[in-house]
């Protein structure tokens, strides 16, 4: 029976654990999780019916340890586990590098960095995955595994990693305000406010899932919806003089210049 010893139970590790499990990937018995505090290991252990280990000893035969606290306390948690020698570690914080997992970790342990999404939740993440030096296949593999049953994933360099978490890891925090203000719009125009939500989202899903599964390019796409002098290029042509696209590419841009700001700290 395998063993995966979860490290913070939130918003991302509730999501990868809720994931696993449903997906059966991981048996409840098999996953250990530690919270800040037993209170709250307590009270996420009995909402997911897995073990806790609080004082993370588990993680000396652990095939795993996952962690999944906010950047500032990662160094902590590393300190903890690191008494109990664990084999591999899986990262998914963001702006912790490999070389800092590696510098606070015992000497050949296994890491991985990862940057998921909450759409993992439901099944639709994307996850980023990079490699350090030591990792063996085995369990790079396994990363893959886990992060494909929760949607889809690559294997990348550790500079490409924090790029696509520019764009996909905060990338949910995008669509959220773009659904948003389509919902707004409806609203504007006459919609009422539950049908505009479910129209531009749906939308969005169903626009995304034609790039995904057609293999085109989204400007093909896009040149299928516009006929000369149409409806649809008004709009396009309104937003783009809104700044639209050049909005979005600076928002990637911010985003991964705070995460290398906060990597140099
Ligand atoms: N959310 C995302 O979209 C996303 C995407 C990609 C990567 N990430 C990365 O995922 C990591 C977690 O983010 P999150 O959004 O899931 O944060 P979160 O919701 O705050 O989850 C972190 C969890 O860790 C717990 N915790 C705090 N100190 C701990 C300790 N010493 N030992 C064990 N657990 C502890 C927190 O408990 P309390 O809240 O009670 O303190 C909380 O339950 C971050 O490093 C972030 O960079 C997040």
């Keep these: 029976m395998k063993k995966i010893l979860l490290v913070g139970c939130g918003a991302m590790g509730g999501a990868i654990l809720s994931g696993c499990l449903a997906k059966g990937l991981w048996k409840k018995e098999e996953v250990y999780l530690k919270e800040h505090s037993l209170e709250a290991s307590k009270e996420k252990a009995a909402r997911y019916g897995v073990n806790i ?8 035969d652990a095939d795993m340890v996952i962690v999944a606290v906010k950047p500032n306390i990662v160094l902590g948690v590393l300190e903890e586990i690191s008494k109990y020698k664990p084999r591999r570690v899986l990262s998914i914080a963001a702006a912790v590098t490999l070389e800092t997992l590696e510098n606070n970790l015992p000497e050949g342990t296994e890491v991985i960095r990862c940057m998921p999404n909450t759409p993992a939740s439901v099944g639709e993440g ?16 396994e990363a893959v595994e886990i992060f494909n049953a929760l949607g889809k994933s690559a294997v990348v360099t550790e500079r490409q ?4 978490g520019a764009l996909s890891g905060a990338g949910p925090g995008y669509a959220f305000v773009i659904i948003d203000a389509l919902s707004d719009a409806g609203v504007l125009i006459g919609l009422p406010r539950k049908l505009a939500i479910q129209a531009a989202a749906q939308t969005l899903y169903g626009a995304a899932k ?29 937003m783009e003089q809104g700044g639209l696209r050049a909005a979005l590419i600076d928002g990637v841009k911010a985003c991964l210049d705070k995460s290398d700001a906060m990597a140099k700290k």
Aim: charged fraction near 20%; proline fraction near 4%.
């Design 210 to 238: 034609m790039v995904l599964e057609t293999g085109k390019h989204p400007a093909e796409l896009r040149d299928q919806v516009t006929s000369p002098g149409g409806t649809t290029i008004a709009g396009i042509y309104a």
């Design 53 to 60: 280990s609080q004082d993370g000893s588990i993680a000396s």
């Design 161 to 164: 990693l924090d790029e696509l």
């Design 126 to 141: 994307m996850a980023a995955i990079a490699a350090g030096k030591l990792t063996s296949n085995e369990f790079l593999s």
